[in-house]
């Protein structure tokens, strides 16, 4: 899976997830203070990577740590490069 | 000194469709608003064929995200039922944000709770659990959710009375305001169409089998066959009238008295003396005599042994000439939103000063006692009028409402 793929699939499951249009999907946008999830969110928000990526976590409080979207998409990406994911 | 309490704003969210007006066309036209089921005979020994449900609607755009990620149905119908309510009452402000809420309903989500049960049950698996079923599942989803949407930072009540949850939310609301305790409540009902509910009512062979949604429930009716159940929501602003007159706010109705009891001998069947002392207690509570009422709107549910329970003891309080009207035939019964959506029945009732009629009742039943049905069209009738709901687990509500 490219970077672009990955990055297509986390925004497409984020974007169904939480009702977010598309065009405010851009990878510098905060998860908290532009996208507006609270905490709540954020532990959905692992479950729905999860389920877009069809793998699970081994690690799943390292996305606690996450700020913005791009963040997932580089966080996927690694997860791909260390062969720990379906990505 | 007692606070006397009113009714300021309403909203309702029932089988006729969103909104007060669309519940009063539907009433005074003399609309069925039960359906088919559509999945009906999947499940064995499941003979329920009629529900009374809401017409289904795309919340997405009236209900934010954000607020509507923790509920479930019943609290999406109960938000929109008291925005209604606060936008008829010109509720706004500080005046809103020191308001309490009183909503009950007969269980949590049951759907949220099977959400949950599948995943940790037959997926062995808790990852998948969202961190917001809980919020849909608790005892005062509704009510709590209420009060999030709406920025009410009063008491939060949930009272838990089954099919009564709706009047005991009235009641204690009414209650609240009249000790000075609080100057405003939002209170009502709601519930969601479930299985788990139809089945229940099917299990103690109070569930109409009926196909035909026009003869499914007939309340006092010798041809009566059960309980349809429903749902829907309804929410009432009550204010202290010291509060109503310094806001400006037009006074709907006045709740005159409240009584709640319960019949201790029979968790599943309250019996006709326990009813007689529970509306005498609520005319007790209004200052009111049997003659002062004008009309009983019963809960008659459209069961063999209800029916006649509570037939009998409004004969035993107020006899045969004080019209007496269910609107279980109109929309079922629609759980604990039943108490609120007929009360508000009720406010129009006493404005116009008309019972509506027991749709679906044609011939009385005489084991029901000798009252005054109003049959086919409705009748004139001005005063005060009394409100009954019970519940399985024998609990007992009766409401006075006269006009403000």
């Not at chain 1, 065009?23 to 905490?39: C, K």
């Not at chain 1, 709540?40 to 996305?63: H, P, S």
């Not at chain 2, 009060?147 to 009063?154: H, P, S, V």
């Not at chain 2, 709907?252 to 019996?271: E, K, Q, W, Y």
């Amino acid at each position: 899976m490219t970077n672009d793929e990955i990055a297509a699939t986390v925004n497409r499951a984020i974007a169904e997830e939480f009702e977010l249009a598309p065009e405010r999907l851009r990878p510098e946008a905060h998860i908290r203070d532009d996208l507006g999830l609270d905490s709540l969110d954020i532990v959905d928000l692992v479950i729905v990577i999860e389920k877009a990526f069809g793998f699970k976590l081994t690690n799943r409080e390292a996305m606690m740590d996450i700020r913005t979207l791009g963040d997932i998409h580089a966080f996927i990406a690694a997860l791909r490069d260390k062969g720990e994911a379906g990505a | 000194m007692r606070e006397q309490v009113v009714v300021t704003g309403m909203g309702a969210v029932s089988p006729y469709g969103y909104g007060v007006p669309a519940l009063e066309t539907g009433l005074w036209q003399g609309i069925c608003s039960l359906q088919r089921l559509a999945d009906n005979g999947r499940v064995k020994g499941l003979k329920v064929r009629t529900a009374g449900t809401v017409p289904s609607k795309d919340l997405r755009g009236e209900i934010s995200r954000d607020l509507r990620r923790t509920m479930s149905p019943m609290s999406q119908y109960a938000c929109l039922a008291a925005r209604e309510a606060i936008a008829m009452g010109g509720l706004e402000g500080d005046a809103l944000r020191r308001t309490g809420v009183s909503i009950g309903s007969t269980l949590g989500s049951p759907a949220a709770l099977e959400d949950f049960f599948r995943e940790y049950l037959l997926g062995g698996d808790m990852d998948e659990v969202r961190t917001t079923t809980f919020f849909k599942v608790m005892g005062h989803t509704a009510a709590a959710n209420v009060a999030l949407a709406c920025g009410c930072a009063g008491r939060t009540l949930a009272p838990a009375a089954a099919c009564a949850a709706g009047l005991m939310g009235i009641g204690l609301a009414y209650e609240a305001v009249a000790s000075g305790r609080e100057e405003r409540m939002l209170c009502g009902g709601a519930d969601e169409f479930h299985p788990l509910v139809a089945a229940t009512f099917e299990k103690l062979g109070a569930a109409s089998h009926e196909e035909d949604p026009e003869l499914a429930s007939r309340p006092f009716d010798v041809k009566r066959t059960g309980i349809v159940c429903g749902e829907g929501a309804g929410v009432l602003l009550l204010e202290s009238l010291t509060s109503a007159e310094a806001r400006g706010a037009k006074p709907l109705a006045r709740v005159g008295g409240f009584s709640a009891m319960t019949c201790a001998g029979n968790i599943a069947h309250p019996d006709a003396t326990s009813i007689v002392e529970c509306m005498a207690a609520a005319l007790e509570d209004a200052g009111l005599a049997p003659r002062d009422i004008a009309a009983v709107n019963a809960h008659a549910t459209a069961t063999t042994i209800g029916d006649m329970a509570e037939g009998q003891a409004i004969f035993g309080v107020f006899g045969s000439q004080t019209p007496v009207c269910s609107l279980k035939g109109h929309m079922g019964h629609t759980m604990a939103a039943c108490g609120v959506l007929e009360t508000i029945a009720c406010v129009r009732m006493l404005d116009t000063g008309t019972v509506l009629p027991t749709l679906g009742l044609e011939t009385p039943d005489p084991a029901c006692g000798e009252i005054r049905h109003v049959l086919g069209e409705p009748v004139l009738a001005t005063g005060p009028i009394l409100k009954n709901c019970f519940a399985l687990g024998g609990t007992l509500c009766a409401l006075v409402l006269d006009v403000a």
